[in-house]
Protein backbone atom coordinates (compact mmCIF):
# COMPACT_ATOMS: atom_id res chain seq x y z
CA UNK A 1 0.00 0.00 0.00
CA UNK A 2 1.82 2.81 -0.90
CA UNK A 3 1.47 6.25 0.01
CA UNK A 4 3.80 9.03 -1.59
CA UNK A 5 4.20 12.95 -1.22
CA UNK A 6 3.47 14.54 -4.98
CA UNK A 7 3.63 18.57 -4.93
CA UNK A 8 4.82 19.32 -8.30
CA UNK A 9 5.70 22.85 -9.38
CA UNK A 10 5.65 25.00 -12.62
CA UNK A 11 8.50 25.86 -14.37
CA UNK A 12 9.57 29.57 -14.30
CA UNK A 13 10.99 31.21 -17.21
CA UNK A 14 9.10 29.63 -19.74
CA UNK A 15 9.88 30.97 -23.50
CA UNK A 16 7.54 32.85 -25.07
CA UNK A 17 4.84 31.42 -27.46
CA UNK A 18 1.88 32.32 -29.20
CA UNK A 19 0.08 28.88 -28.21
CA UNK A 20 -1.90 28.95 -25.59
CA UNK A 21 -0.98 27.31 -22.47
CA UNK A 22 -2.54 25.31 -19.81
CA UNK A 23 -4.06 27.07 -16.77
CA UNK A 24 -2.77 23.93 -14.96
CA UNK A 25 0.62 24.84 -15.63
CA UNK A 26 0.39 28.85 -15.08
CA UNK A 27 0.77 28.85 -11.19
CA UNK A 28 1.03 31.66 -8.72
CA UNK A 29 2.56 29.33 -5.83
CA UNK A 30 5.60 27.29 -6.03
CA UNK A 31 6.63 24.50 -3.63
CA UNK A 32 10.07 25.59 -2.34
CA UNK A 33 10.89 22.35 0.01
CA UNK A 34 11.00 19.40 -0.25
CA UNK A 35 12.44 18.58 -3.17
CA UNK A 36 11.08 15.76 -5.29
CA UNK A 37 11.95 12.33 -4.52
CA UNK A 38 14.27 13.88 -1.19
CA UNK A 39 15.34 11.31 1.18
CA UNK A 40 14.00 11.39 5.02
CA UNK A 41 13.92 9.17 7.68
CA UNK A 42 10.96 7.91 8.98
CA UNK A 43 9.62 9.11 12.20
CA UNK A 44 11.37 12.53 11.30
CA UNK A 45 9.42 15.85 10.24
CA UNK A 46 8.96 16.73 6.42
CA UNK A 47 10.10 20.68 6.10
CA UNK A 48 7.07 22.09 3.87
CA UNK A 49 7.23 25.37 2.69
CA UNK A 50 5.48 27.51 -0.47
CA UNK A 51 6.22 30.94 -1.94
CA UNK A 52 3.61 32.97 -4.12
CA UNK A 53 4.41 35.45 -6.52
CA UNK A 54 1.17 37.55 -6.53
CA UNK A 55 -0.46 37.11 -2.74
CA UNK A 56 -0.29 36.33 0.78
CA UNK A 57 -0.09 32.41 1.60
CA UNK A 58 -3.18 31.91 3.76
CA UNK A 59 -3.27 28.22 4.32
CA UNK A 60 -1.87 25.25 2.81
CA UNK A 61 -4.07 21.50 3.12
CA UNK A 62 -2.13 18.51 3.04
CA UNK A 63 -3.54 15.64 2.16
CA UNK A 64 -2.79 11.78 2.02
CA UNK A 65 -4.38 8.69 1.94
CA UNK A 66 -4.73 8.38 5.70
CA UNK A 67 -4.80 12.05 6.87
CA UNK A 68 -6.07 15.59 6.00
CA UNK A 69 -4.15 18.68 7.56
CA UNK A 70 -4.34 22.07 7.70
CA UNK A 71 -1.65 24.83 8.18
CA UNK A 72 -2.08 28.66 8.46
CA UNK A 73 1.45 29.27 7.30
CA UNK A 74 3.08 28.76 4.02
CA UNK A 75 6.39 27.14 5.82
CA UNK A 76 5.74 24.24 8.54
CA UNK A 77 6.31 21.11 9.51
CA UNK A 78 4.58 17.74 8.30
CA UNK A 79 5.18 13.91 9.44
CA UNK A 80 3.47 10.54 8.20
CA UNK A 81 1.42 9.38 10.74
CA UNK A 82 2.06 5.01 10.09
CA UNK A 83 5.43 3.57 9.59
CA UNK A 84 5.56 2.51 6.37
CA UNK A 85 8.79 2.85 4.01
CA UNK A 86 9.14 3.56 0.40
CA UNK A 87 7.57 6.19 -2.07
CA UNK A 88 5.01 8.69 -0.24
CA UNK A 89 2.97 10.91 -2.13
CA UNK A 90 1.08 13.83 -0.55
CA UNK A 91 -1.29 16.42 -2.17
CA UNK A 92 -1.04 19.77 -1.31
CA UNK A 93 -3.62 22.63 -2.20
CA UNK A 94 -2.95 26.19 -1.65
CA UNK A 95 -4.90 28.97 -1.14
CA UNK A 96 -4.29 32.93 -1.03
CA UNK A 97 -6.98 35.20 -1.30
CA UNK A 98 -9.71 34.05 -2.94
CA UNK A 99 -8.13 31.68 -5.09
CA UNK A 100 -6.53 27.82 -4.24
CA UNK A 101 -3.58 25.91 -6.00
CA UNK A 102 -2.70 22.25 -6.37
CA UNK A 103 0.72 21.09 -5.97
CA UNK A 104 1.88 16.95 -5.88
CA UNK A 105 5.28 16.05 -4.56
CA UNK A 106 7.19 12.43 -4.34
CA UNK A 107 9.14 11.99 -1.19
CA UNK A 108 10.89 8.38 -0.40
CA UNK A 109 10.80 7.47 3.48
CA UNK A 110 13.71 5.08 4.44
CA UNK A 111 13.90 3.23 7.68
CA UNK A 112 15.74 4.52 10.87
CA UNK A 113 18.77 1.76 10.72
CA UNK A 114 19.93 -1.55 8.55
CA UNK A 115 18.32 -4.51 8.44
CA UNK A 116 20.12 -7.29 11.27
CA UNK A 117 22.50 -9.16 9.31
CA UNK A 118 21.58 -13.19 9.45
CA UNK A 119 23.71 -16.14 8.52
CA UNK A 120 23.14 -19.93 8.34
CA UNK A 121 23.88 -23.53 9.78
CA UNK A 122 23.82 -26.55 7.81
CA UNK A 123 21.27 -29.05 9.39
CA UNK A 124 21.12 -31.72 6.85
CA UNK A 125 21.62 -31.79 3.27
CA UNK A 126 19.45 -33.47 0.50
CA UNK A 127 19.86 -34.71 -2.94
CA UNK A 128 18.23 -31.89 -5.59
CA UNK A 129 17.59 -32.23 -9.18
CA UNK A 130 20.16 -30.64 -11.47
CA UNK A 131 17.50 -30.58 -13.94
CA UNK A 132 15.10 -27.85 -12.44
CA UNK A 133 15.40 -24.37 -12.56
CA UNK A 134 13.46 -23.62 -8.65
CA UNK A 135 11.00 -21.33 -9.51
CA UNK A 136 8.97 -21.39 -6.66
CA UNK A 137 9.11 -24.37 -3.30
CA UNK A 138 6.87 -24.66 -0.34
CA UNK A 139 5.86 -27.71 1.84
CA UNK A 140 2.95 -29.40 2.73
CA UNK A 141 2.01 -32.63 4.30
CA UNK A 142 6.02 -33.90 4.51
CA UNK A 143 6.08 -33.43 1.05
CA UNK A 144 8.04 -30.69 -0.86
CA UNK A 145 6.24 -29.24 -3.92
CA UNK A 146 8.33 -27.54 -6.47
CA UNK A 147 7.86 -25.02 -9.99
CA UNK A 148 10.56 -25.20 -12.12
CA UNK A 149 10.83 -22.52 -15.39
CA UNK A 150 12.32 -22.92 -18.68
CA UNK A 151 10.38 -22.77 -21.34
CA UNK A 152 9.45 -26.51 -22.80
CA UNK A 153 11.13 -27.85 -19.50
CA UNK A 154 8.60 -26.21 -17.01
CA UNK A 155 6.85 -28.26 -14.50
CA UNK A 156 5.40 -28.74 -11.14
CA UNK A 157 6.53 -31.55 -8.95
CA UNK A 158 5.47 -33.69 -5.99
CA UNK A 159 8.46 -35.01 -4.19
CA UNK A 160 9.85 -36.90 -1.51
CA UNK A 161 12.30 -34.07 0.73
CA UNK A 162 15.14 -36.67 2.00
CA UNK A 163 15.71 -38.63 -1.43
CA UNK A 164 14.53 -35.68 -3.71
CA UNK A 165 12.59 -38.39 -5.79
CA UNK A 166 9.63 -37.27 -8.06
CA UNK A 167 6.56 -38.74 -6.46
CA UNK A 168 4.53 -36.64 -9.49
CA UNK A 169 5.16 -34.64 -12.19
CA UNK A 170 3.02 -32.01 -13.99
CA UNK A 171 4.33 -30.33 -17.15
CA UNK A 172 3.14 -27.31 -18.63
CA UNK A 173 2.81 -26.43 -22.11
CA UNK A 174 6.20 -25.70 -24.12
CA UNK A 175 5.59 -21.75 -24.24
CA UNK A 176 4.85 -21.09 -20.59
CA UNK A 177 7.30 -20.76 -18.06
CA UNK A 178 6.77 -21.76 -14.69
CA UNK A 179 7.50 -19.61 -11.41
CA UNK A 180 5.81 -18.85 -8.02
CA UNK A 181 3.99 -21.19 -6.09
CA UNK A 182 1.93 -21.35 -3.09
CA UNK A 183 -1.04 -23.39 -1.40
CA UNK A 184 -4.63 -22.03 -0.22
CA UNK A 185 -7.13 -23.95 1.20
CA UNK A 186 -5.45 -27.10 -0.02
CA UNK A 187 -5.44 -26.20 -3.85
CA UNK A 188 -2.00 -25.27 -5.40
CA UNK A 189 -1.35 -22.14 -7.28
CA UNK A 190 1.31 -21.74 -9.80
CA UNK A 191 2.62 -18.72 -11.78
CA UNK A 192 3.88 -17.81 -14.96
CA UNK A 193 6.57 -15.61 -16.26
CA UNK A 194 5.18 -13.50 -18.89
CA UNK A 195 2.14 -15.25 -20.20
CA UNK A 196 0.01 -13.31 -17.51
CA UNK A 197 -1.97 -17.25 -16.96
CA UNK A 198 -1.56 -19.08 -13.61
CA UNK A 199 -2.65 -22.48 -12.45
CA UNK A 200 -4.68 -23.69 -9.65
CA UNK A 201 -4.54 -27.56 -8.71
CA UNK A 202 -5.89 -29.58 -6.25
CA UNK A 203 -4.37 -31.90 -4.44
CA UNK A 204 -3.71 -34.45 -6.77
CA UNK A 205 -1.77 -31.83 -9.10
CA UNK A 206 -5.13 -32.21 -11.71
CA UNK A 207 -5.49 -28.78 -12.97
CA UNK A 208 -8.59 -27.41 -12.12
CA UNK A 209 -8.98 -23.85 -13.07
CA UNK A 210 -6.96 -20.84 -14.42
CA UNK A 211 -6.42 -17.23 -13.38
CA UNK A 212 -4.66 -14.51 -14.79
CA UNK A 213 -2.47 -11.17 -14.44
CA UNK A 214 -1.22 -8.62 -15.91
CA UNK A 215 2.32 -8.26 -14.63
CA UNK A 216 4.99 -10.34 -15.18
CA UNK A 217 4.52 -13.50 -12.47
CA UNK A 218 7.58 -14.10 -10.08
CA UNK A 219 6.68 -14.52 -6.43
CA UNK A 220 4.15 -16.36 -4.88
CA UNK A 221 3.33 -16.90 -1.43
CA UNK A 222 0.06 -16.79 1.29
CA UNK A 223 0.39 -14.70 4.14
CA UNK A 224 -3.02 -15.26 5.92
CA UNK A 225 -6.32 -14.46 3.75
CA UNK A 226 -4.43 -12.78 1.42
CA UNK A 227 -1.46 -13.64 -1.97
CA UNK A 228 1.89 -12.08 -1.58
CA UNK A 229 2.95 -11.64 -5.11
CA UNK A 230 6.13 -10.13 -6.78
CA UNK A 231 6.41 -8.92 -11.09
CA UNK A 232 10.31 -8.06 -10.79
CA UNK A 233 10.41 -4.45 -9.02
CA UNK A 234 10.42 -3.92 -5.07
CA UNK A 235 6.53 -4.25 -4.93
CA UNK A 236 4.46 -6.85 -2.67
CA UNK A 237 1.27 -6.96 -3.94
CA UNK A 238 -1.66 -8.11 -1.90
CA UNK A 239 -3.93 -10.48 -3.67
CA UNK A 240 -7.42 -11.53 -3.07
CA UNK A 241 -7.30 -15.13 -3.77
CA UNK A 242 -10.22 -16.08 -5.64
CA UNK A 243 -10.54 -13.26 -7.99
CA UNK A 244 -6.78 -12.70 -7.59
CA UNK A 245 -7.41 -8.88 -7.99
CA UNK A 246 -5.06 -6.34 -6.17
CA UNK A 247 -6.13 -5.17 -2.83
CA UNK A 248 -2.87 -3.32 -1.64
CA UNK A 249 0.62 -2.99 -2.24
CA UNK A 250 3.98 -2.18 -0.32
CA UNK A 251 7.29 -0.85 -1.62
CA UNK A 252 10.19 -3.04 -0.06
CA UNK A 253 12.96 -0.76 1.25
CA UNK A 254 15.79 -0.76 3.51
CA UNK A 255 18.39 2.25 4.57
CA UNK A 256 20.03 2.25 1.64
CA UNK A 257 16.88 2.67 -0.80
CA UNK A 258 14.92 0.10 -2.57
CA UNK A 259 15.55 -3.63 -3.19
CA UNK A 260 14.20 -4.91 -6.40
CA UNK A 261 14.30 -8.15 -7.99
CA UNK A 262 11.86 -9.65 -5.44
CA UNK A 263 11.81 -13.21 -6.55
CA UNK A 264 10.60 -16.10 -4.40
CA UNK A 265 8.77 -15.74 -1.23
CA UNK A 266 7.88 -17.59 1.62
CA UNK A 267 6.05 -16.40 5.06
CA UNK A 268 7.59 -17.77 8.08
CA UNK A 269 6.29 -16.49 11.73
CA UNK A 270 4.23 -13.79 9.81
CA UNK A 271 7.36 -12.36 7.99
CA UNK A 272 8.05 -11.99 4.31
CA UNK A 273 10.94 -14.12 3.52
CA UNK A 274 12.51 -13.05 0.06
CA UNK A 275 14.86 -14.02 -2.64
CA UNK A 276 16.38 -11.20 -4.36
CA UNK A 277 17.37 -12.50 -7.63
CA UNK A 278 21.28 -12.99 -8.55
CA UNK A 279 21.52 -12.16 -5.36
CA UNK A 280 23.07 -14.93 -2.63
CA UNK A 281 20.89 -13.18 0.08
CA UNK A 282 17.30 -13.37 1.43
CA UNK A 283 15.53 -10.44 2.60
CA UNK A 284 12.76 -10.34 5.71
CA UNK A 285 10.25 -7.71 5.15
CA UNK A 286 7.47 -6.24 7.25
CA UNK A 287 4.40 -7.17 5.76
CA UNK A 288 2.60 -4.18 7.78
CA UNK A 289 5.76 -1.46 6.75
CA UNK A 290 7.86 -3.00 3.48
CA UNK A 291 10.72 -2.81 5.58
CA UNK A 292 14.02 -5.17 5.66
CA UNK A 293 13.99 -6.28 9.07
CA UNK A 294 16.92 -8.66 8.12
CA UNK A 295 18.94 -10.07 5.66
CA UNK A 296 20.15 -13.61 5.56
CA UNK A 297 23.52 -14.09 4.20
CA UNK A 298 23.62 -17.38 2.53
CA UNK A 299 26.72 -17.69 0.36
CA UNK A 300 28.91 -20.05 0.50
CA UNK A 301 26.01 -23.20 0.91
CA UNK A 302 27.72 -24.68 -2.53
CA UNK A 303 31.27 -25.71 -2.87
CA UNK A 304 33.34 -24.72 -5.55
CA UNK A 305 33.23 -27.81 -7.40
CA UNK A 306 29.36 -27.94 -7.13
CA UNK A 307 28.83 -24.27 -8.15
CA UNK A 308 30.29 -25.31 -12.01
CA UNK A 309 26.53 -25.72 -14.47
CA UNK A 310 24.49 -23.88 -11.43
CA UNK A 311 22.47 -20.81 -11.22
CA UNK A 312 21.62 -18.71 -8.61
CA UNK A 313 20.27 -18.72 -4.73
CA UNK A 314 16.40 -19.68 -5.14
CA UNK A 315 14.06 -21.56 -3.47
CA UNK A 316 12.71 -20.90 0.52
CA UNK A 317 10.13 -23.14 2.25
CA UNK A 318 9.15 -23.79 5.18
CA UNK A 319 7.74 -27.12 6.73
CA UNK A 320 4.57 -25.54 8.52
CA UNK A 321 4.43 -28.54 10.83
CA UNK A 322 7.77 -28.58 12.01
CA UNK A 323 9.16 -25.37 11.23
CA UNK A 324 11.95 -26.44 9.41
CA UNK A 325 13.49 -24.20 6.83
CA UNK A 326 14.93 -25.11 3.47
CA UNK A 327 16.63 -23.30 0.47
CA UNK A 328 18.07 -24.28 -2.65
CA UNK A 329 18.77 -23.23 -6.33
CA UNK A 330 18.19 -23.40 -9.78
CA UNK A 331 20.02 -26.38 -11.39
CA UNK A 332 21.51 -26.92 -7.45
CA UNK A 333 22.66 -30.43 -6.88
CA UNK A 334 21.55 -30.33 -3.25
CA UNK A 335 18.51 -28.75 -0.92
CA UNK A 336 19.89 -27.67 2.35
CA UNK A 337 17.59 -27.84 5.32
CA UNK A 338 18.82 -24.76 7.79
CA UNK A 339 19.00 -22.72 10.74
CA UNK A 340 18.97 -19.14 10.74
CA UNK A 341 21.05 -17.02 13.38
CA UNK A 342 22.45 -13.62 13.79
CA UNK A 343 26.13 -13.00 12.81
CA UNK A 344 26.38 -11.15 15.79
CA UNK A 345 26.30 -14.15 17.81
Known sequence: MTISIFLLSCSDGKKETNKPISPRVKKNTKIESPTQNENFIRGTTIPVSFSSSTAKIDSVQIITDHSKSTYTSSSFEFSFQDRKVGTRNMRAKVFYGEESETHYRKVIVLPESPPEEMTYKIVNTYPHDTEDYTQGLLIKDGYLFESSGQRGRSTLKKKEITTGRA????????????????????????????????????????????????????????????????????????????????????????????????????????????????????????????????????????????????????????????????????????LFEVTIESKNI
Do not use: C, H
Open 167 to 334: IKVVNLDSELFGEGLTVFNDEFYQLTWTSGKGFVYNQNLEQIRTFSYEVQGWGLTTLGNQFVFTDETEKLYFMEPQSFTKQAELEVYDNDGKVDSINELEVIEGKIFANVYQEDFVVVISPETGEVLQRIDFSGLLTEAESNNVDVLNGIAVDPKTGKIYVTGKYWPK
